[in-house]
């Protein structure tokens, strides 16, 4: 099986920096694309910004200029650098990867998969 861990969540004032990480462990063979997700109080869970096998990177309007997406080599950590936060980027903020190929006993298997999310926080 695949799994994701995120981290580096917390609590910052507005202005202020922080970096997810994201992680995968298990037998992946090949990811076609990892993302941010976040969610606020009473509200759905919405696109951050995504990173494809190719390079491409979808980057929410809300947080064009200020958050970054990358990601290593090895196709095994997302990263997303959040600068000059606003208290609207408030939420739990979930890492995904789409499209997953992974080893099971029983052969290769295809799956999307969701970390367990991190708490960022900003205060005005």
């Known amino acids: 099986q695949v799994q994701l861990v995120e981290s580096g969540g917390g609590s910052v004032q507005a202005g202020g920096s922080l970096r997810l990480s994201c992680g995968t462990s298990?037998?992946?063979?090949?990811?076609?694309?990892m993302g941010w997700y976040r969610q606020a109080p009473e509200k759905q869970r919405e696109l951050v910004a995504s990173i494809n096998i190719g390079g491409r990177k979808d980057i929410a309007d809300s947080v064009k200029g200020r958050f970054t997406i990358s990601r290593d080599s090895a196709w095994r950590t997302v990263y997303l650098e959040m600068t000059s936060l606003k208290p609207e980027d408030t939420g739990v903020y979930y890492c995904?990867?789409?499209?997953?190929?992974?080893?099971?006993?029983?052969?290769?298997?295809?799956?999307?998969?969701w970390g367990q999310g991190t708490q960022v926080t900003v205060s005005s």
């Open positions: 298990g037998t992946v063979l090949s990811i076609t694309r």
């Open positions: 995904e990867a789409g499209g997953v190929i992974y080893s099971t006993n029983d052969g290769p298997r295809s799956g999307d998969f």
